[in-house]
């Protein structure tokens, strides 16, 4: 099956920021929503004291104008990532979906407008609306991947109650004042 992850390599030579910068020098007042070409997936990786190990950050291309990640291709992306020592805990999608006629207000409003999406632990399609072609580039998908526990079931459970000879008995023992008196 073929993938559309492109591993980021932050020492190879990427020209594309040239046609970024001369489109976004060309914007005029009239901001048009887009299909996303693509988005940026970053796996958090968390370890058992709660503290992010590493992030590894890759690059999805949408294979049609849906900004559809299919369930069937989310579920291989995540596997691809999960191993012996990391498993898949949740993810939140983060895109900017800014209405155009919104965007002169928002930029100059002190509000905050809320992007992130709700976190899913359940791997289903992921669309990805529209977005203005600004904000295409900070559009991603946080996956949290968190650190195996350690198998627990060796270590088991003893019952509070103890049998001897069919007859089942409490045991219970009190410390402090042992001196009781009824008035």
Same mark, same amino acid.
Request: net charge negative; aromatic share 16%.
């Given at each position: 099956m073929q993938t559309n992850i492109i591993d980021v390599d932050i020492h190879s030579i990427d020209d594309s920021w040239i046609d970024e910068q001369q489109r976004l020098l060309s914007v005029d007042q009239n901001y048009v929503r887009e299909p996303l070409e693509y988005i940026m997936f970053h796996f958090c990786f968390i370890n058992n004291e709660h503290m992010i190990d590493k992030i590894h950050t890759e690059k999805y291309i949408f294979p049609d104008n849906t900004s559809t990640i299919l369930k069937s291709e989310f579920n291989s992306i995540i596997q691809a990532k999960t191993n012996?020592? !990391?498993?898949? *805990?949740e993810y939140v999608p983060y895109v900017v979906d800014l209405e155009p006629?919104?965007? =002169? *207000? !928002?930029?100059? *409003?002190? *509000? =905050?407008? =809320?992007f992130m999406h709700q976190a899913s632990t359940i791997i289903q399609d992921v669309v990805c609306p529209k977005s203005i072609f600004v904000f295409q580039s900070i559009n991603c998908i946080i996956v949290i991947l968190k650190h195996k526990l350690p198998n627990t079931s060796i270590i088991t459970t003893k019952s509070i109650l103890k049998t001897n000879k069919n007859i089942t008995k409490k045991r219970v023992k009190f410390e402090g004042n042992k001196t009781r008196h009824r008035k």
């Open positions: 012996e020592n !990391y498993e898949f *805990s006629e919104h965007i =002169q *207000s !928002y930029a100059k *409003s002190e *509000s =905050q407008i =809320q």
